[in-house]
């Protein structure tokens, strides 16, 4: 995390704050190195570490916020407790539950502005951007993945079910 924080900031992104999500879930990870020992042990949380970052000034100009008072008390608490995903679309190996990009969108964006998802995957991301009324913008290296992205966003209703 910390090298994925310092490049970052290398390529010219400002950091602003983590939040940790806690899915509490270590079942991907059970190497743990040396048992019993302090030769080399492996740590390992049932946590994931979401950066913050930014260019250009982090103030942006106000414009009508559709997150709830509730939402935002609860969400600019940097520590977030919520189950991961437990049906992925597809198998995804990096699947995550549609609050996670919900909450994010909601919290970091207006109502009308783009989203853009890089690494869409099975298009959880778009799916949340087009959920609360922003313009999603999604790419991925794996046909299958633009191929599942294309499809869960054409099938709204049915992929928030």
Known sequence: YAQTIQAARNAGWSYRTTVVWNENNISRSIARGSVDSASAPHIIAPVEMIAILHKGGWKRDSAPSDILHDEWL??????????????????????????????LIKLLS????????????????????????????????????????????SNLPKALS
Request: aromatic share 14%.
């Open 74 to 103: 609860a969400w600019t608490n940097g520590l977030w407790t919520f189950k991961g995903e437990g049906r992925p679309f597809l198998d995804h190996p990096a699947a995550f539950p549609l609050e996670l990009p919900t909450r």
């Open 110 to 153: 207006f109502s009308g502005d783009f989203v853009c998802d890089p690494f869409c995957g099975s298009g959880t991301t778009l799916l949340a951007a087009l959920s609360t009324g922003r313009i999603p913008v999604g790419f991925d290296i794996a046909p299958v993945y633009v191929s599942a992205s294309k499809y869960r966003v």
